[in-house]
């Protein structure tokens, strides 16, 4: 009796978001593709032909089995191709290369176990966001002479931190002018580019990649005169970097795992510079109400150490402070501790998610004159660890959050004191300035990055098709999330820190080339609301900017 | 582009100085209407200088809204003016124009000049408001010693149709602008110049920062950031809050819109306060293209540019008579017996100053933070 087919645990191609194509007339066989598989999508296998053939004058049919070498996608959803195309990036033939397969169903075949599909990388939504959607419509041209770009002298920088009302400036006259009353405390201000690089952690950053964008921020401030300032992320810094001067261009973050802050409060007294800023971190745009994850896989022998944890286990981040109750408790009381840990010295802020609640927490800070500014990342931001559905499913965009905070400072004439930070998206269709651009127009004082300049400065492979993902895993086919020596010695953080230098001067001049037509260069064009506009009422309305179609 | 012809003099004079300047300058108005504001008046005001003056035009239903409201209040009316209009063609005339001089309410009489101001300007912008829709009351101005007109025309057609020459207006200092209606439909709270409570200002170009500029302002909750038919309507109140609420000497009005870089902050003596106002007033940074021109309650005149001085501006004159003007050949216009050597080109770091009752004009540079030396005149080409 013939053995029944027992293939119903496995799938066909047709279900798998990347259908593998492999061309068995130019495979040569050497084995890279499978090798370099981050997934073990692909494997090397072999096929049993059975062969017809016929030799001699007269037709003689033959019979012959023939084993041919091959490359197999290996039908087990555990190991889905995720369409990085590391496999055709090393084939020597280009004989293979994933396609994605628009029909896939694997959100429905992925949770297997009972445990909810996790992945990292991006929110994947192919859709033009609202940011996209945004125009700049208002030119000079015949009633005033627009600007010269590449001619005029331009003020990119913003401010970052509490900024005291005119009124209450300590201000007393002197001489014909004004002078500070030395007695008075000012609160700490940072002039920073209104760009920053969001809050990637060393641990979920492979070290070449945290290193290159150290050191490209670290250019630019130094060599290109661009204060560019970049979040450390939850896990503090390596401990050497703490105690350098090169400390002012981080903004250290203190999330709900407290990672890594042994090791900085251990190094305050050593300190030979303050960091540009310190932010609290309640909430991520991509997983809302969820806390930090990185996971076990990621917690090697560099990571335990700067975080002051064992090797090897999984590192969770509460969704919360643990030991904070309440708004007043966790605004007022860490604020003022952390601010006070510097001396008062140093802008103190808490990062939350986008969320209708954000107003809330806005007007809060608004009273606390020790806040310095609020972040908010909305639902298009990327992440290390996170829950399918939180990413696909949970948040609020960016810019009606940004713009309905903004529009509340306005009415409280407080707009220029509590400085927002947008993020969330920003550069997701690869128009870093005209999306940063829009969100300073519609209120932001700075925006955050943080996905694009992962895919900018070290060739993510990701995109919003579902694409690789792998951030989260350790396995980053690109070494950009892994800890994975073998891995991450594939990027070069020289290389990453030539290109991080590379995009900010690309966006400085194409920021120039939004705002000079506009006629701004003296100040960053915060509020500037009549600048844009966008063909879809719904958005005008919202946004409260001009409908144009 | 608008023109702008201010003229600060030691002794009275008549606004048709200010309008024959405008005309030398026509080229770059194109006539679509006139603002004159004047401050320090002679004539019939002078005696009645510590009255507040209400600037206005009004329709027949307008009028006696007016009329009737004023009273309710417990304003008395002391004196009226309006001019001889001559009818002209082209322009549309109303049914009143009108500088009504009042007696402040009986219980006002002994208040502090704080709570006048503030009757004042309440009064004004409640009349405002209530002619708003049908245009029947617009008011311009409320306040002690300062009269407006304003009028959609060519300015020296609204000269004759206002009769200006012989209206018996005359004062210290007046400013005339002469309109090129461009960004916005025709409408004379769009025309400049503005007031508010003792300040009074100017400008041609376009302030492409106004909305958080506006924004700003009408978020201090001072009932007077309000109105904003034009753009230009912000330098008003900027200087009125850095001047006369924050209490700032005027040269920080420099300061506040056109912010020095922080390098360049560093040379001043008082980099300190820079800092603080450079940060906590930068939504008031304007962006230019502006000439801006006005007066402070004192009578002090000046003349400023945006930081990239992309708008002409001149000033010149002699002792007891300064003329600040968009073109030079206004200046000439104004005052032709001076020495030209001693004209002033106000550029990208400077503030011209004149004195009260024109006394001198200087130039304060905003790098250093002090006053420039008045060059020597060279002697040759000099024509006094």
Redesign the interface.
């Known amino acids: 009796m013939q053995q029944a087919l027992d293939n119903n645990h496995e799938l066909p191609l047709e279900e798998f978001p990347y259908i593998v194509r492999w061309s068995e007339e130019r495979c040569k066989r050497c084995g890279r593709c499978t090798a370099v598989c981050p997934v073990k999508a692909i494997e090397p296998t072999i096929r049993v032909e059975r062969r017809v053939y016929s030799e001699g004058p007269e037709p003689t049919p033959q019979a012959a089995r023939r084993i041919t070498q091959v490359v197999r996608q290996v039908r087990d959803i555990a190991r889905y191709c995720v369409g990085c195309s590391s496999c055709a990036l090393v084939c020597p033939n280009e004989a293979i290369r994933p396609e994605y397969n628009p029909r896939n169903k694997l959100l429905t075949f992925r949770s297997r176990g009972g445990d909810a599909y996790k992945r990292g990388g991006r929110r994947n939504d192919p859709g033009v966001g609202t940011l996209d959607k945004l125009k700049f419509s208002?030119i000079?041209m015949l009633?005033?002479?627009a600007?010269d770009a590449g001619r005029?002298e331009f003020?990119l920088t913003t401010?970052l931190g509490r900024?005291?009302?005119?009124?209450g400036?300590?201000?007393r006259?002197?001489n014909?002018?004004?002078?500070?009353d030395a007695e008075a405390f000012?609160p700490p201000?940072r002039?920073i580019y209104p760009i920053m690089i969001g809050s990637m952690s060393v641990g979920a950053l492979s070290p070449p990649m945290w290193e290159g964008l150290a050191m490209g921020v670290a250019y630019l401030n130094e060599e290109m005169g661009m204060p560019v300032v970049m979040c450390t992320g939850e896990g503090g810094m390596p401990p050497r970097l703490l105690r350098s001067r090169f400390l002012k261009y981080f903004i250290l973050q203190i999330a709900s795992g407290y990672f890594g802050w042994d090791e900085i409060v251990r190094a305050i007294p050593d300190m030979v510079e303050d960091p540009c800023a310190i932010e609290i971190k309640y909430g991520q745009g991509a997983k809302p109400g969820d806390g930090g994850l990185l996971m076990a896989y990621k917690v090697l022998k560099l990571i335990a150490e700067i975080r002051g944890v064992p090797l090897g286990v999984d590192l969770a981040s509460p969704p919360t402070h643990q030991t904070k109750y309440s708004i007043e408790e966790a605004v007022a009381k860490m604020i003022t501790s952390m601010s006070m840990a510097w001396g008062f010295r140093v802008p103190v802020y808490p990062k939350i998610s986008g969320t209708k609640t954000a107003r809330a927490v806005l007007n809060n800070l608004a009273r606390n004159p020790y806040a310095a500014a609020l972040s908010i990342d909305g639902e298009d931001g990327g992440t290390g660890a996170a829950y399918n559905v939180s990413m696909d499913k949970m948040g609020h965009p960016i810019a009606s959050n940004l713009r309905e905070c903004y529009l509340d400072l306005?009415?409280?004439?407080?707009?220029?004191e509590l400085p927002l930070v947008a993020a969330g998206g920003v550069g997701k269709k690869g128009n870093l300035a005209a999306n940063a651009a829009a969100l300073i127009m519609l209120g932001a004082s700075a925006v955050s990055i943080g996905k694009y300049i992962m895919q900018a400065a070290a060739d993510c492979y990701g995109n919003e098709y579902n694409r690789c993902n792998l951030c989260n895993t350790g396995r980053c086919p690109r070494g950009i999330t892994t800890q994975d020596p073998k891995l991450y010695r594939r990027l070069d953080s020289e290389k990453v820190a030539e290109r991080v230098v590379q995009t900010f001067k690309v966006a400085d001049t194409e920021l120039r080339k939004i705002f000079a037509p506009?006629?701004?260069?003296?100040?960053l064009?915060?509020?500037?609301?009549?600048g844009l506009s966008v063909a879809d009422k719904a958005i005008a309305e919202r946004l409260k900017i001009d409908y144009a179609c | 582009m608008c023109r702008l012809a201010a003229i600060s003099s030691e002794s009275y004079i008549s606004p048709l100085e200010n309008v024959l300047a405008l005309e030398t300058m026509k080229e770059g108005h194109d006539g679509s209407g006139m603002g004159l504001m004047l401050k320090d008046l002679g004539g019939e005001f002078e005696e009645l200088k510590d009255y507040p003056i209400l600037s206005g035009i009004c329709s027949q239903s307008g009028y006696r809204a007016l009329n009737e409201y004023m009273q309710g209040l417990g304003f008395e009316e002391k004196h009226m003016w309006s001019p001889p209009v001559r009818p002209m063609p082209g322009i549309a005339k109303r049914d009143y124009y009108f500088a009504k001089v009042y007696q402040y309410p009986a219980d006002y009489a002994g208040k502090p000049r704080a709570q006048k101001e503030d009757l004042l300007l309440r009064t004004r912008l409640a009349l405002r408001k209530m002619g708003e829709a049908d245009e029947s009351i617009v008011v311009f101005s409320f306040y002690p010693d300062v009269v407006t007109l304003k009028e959609v025309g060519d300015p020296l057609a609204l000269g004759e149709f206002f009769g200006l020459e012989k209206a018996g207006l005359s004062a210290r200092v007046i400013l005339a602008q002469g309109r090129q209606n461009?960004?916005y439909a025709i409408n004379l709270y769009a025309c400049h110049p503005f007031f508010l409570q003792g300040f009074g200002t100017m400008t041609n170009?376009?302030n492409?920062?106004?909305?958080?500029i506006r924004?700003?302002l009408t978020?201090?909750?001072f009932p007077g950031y309000m109105g904003y038919n034009s753009d230009s309507e912000v330098f008003t109140h900027i200087l009125h809050?850095a001047v006369g609420?924050?209490?700032?000497?005027l040269?920080?009005y420099k300061d506040i819109i056109?912010?020095l870089?922080?390098r360049e902050c560093d040379r001043r003596?008082?980099r300190?306060?820079l800092a603080?106002?450079r940060?906590?007033?930068?939504?008031l940074?304007?962006?230019?293209?502006n000439c801006n021109i006005g007066f402070l309650p004192d009578g002090t005149t000046y003349m400023v540019q945006?930081?990239?001085k992309?708008r002409p501006g001149a000033v010149g004159g002699v002792p007891g008579r300064y003329a600040l003007m968009s073109e030079q050949c206004g200046l000439e216009s104004a005052v032709p017996r001076r020495d030209r050597e001693r004209d002033v080109f106000p550029m990208k770091y400077d503030m011209a100053i004149v004195s009260p009752r024109a006394g001198e004009v200087r130039v304060w540079n905003q790098l250093t933070?002090a006053f420039m030396e008045s060059p020597e005149p060279s002697g040759a080409g000099a024509r006094v």
Do not use: W
């Open positions: 208002r000079s009633t005033d002479p600007l005029h003020k401010l900024i005291l009302p005119a009124e400036l300590p201000l006259a002197d014909g002018g004004l002078a500070v000012v201000v002039e306005v009415r409280q004439g407080k707009q220029n506009m006629g701004r260069s003296t100040e064009p915060i509020g500037m609301s009549d | 461009t960004n170009g376009e492409t920062a106004f909305v958080p924004e700003y978020s201090r909750g809050y609420r924050l209490g700032f000497p040269t920080y056109t912010p870089r922080p003596a008082d300190g306060a603080l106002i940060s906590s007033l930068r939504m940074t304007i962006d230019g293209p945006d930081s990239k992309l933070g």
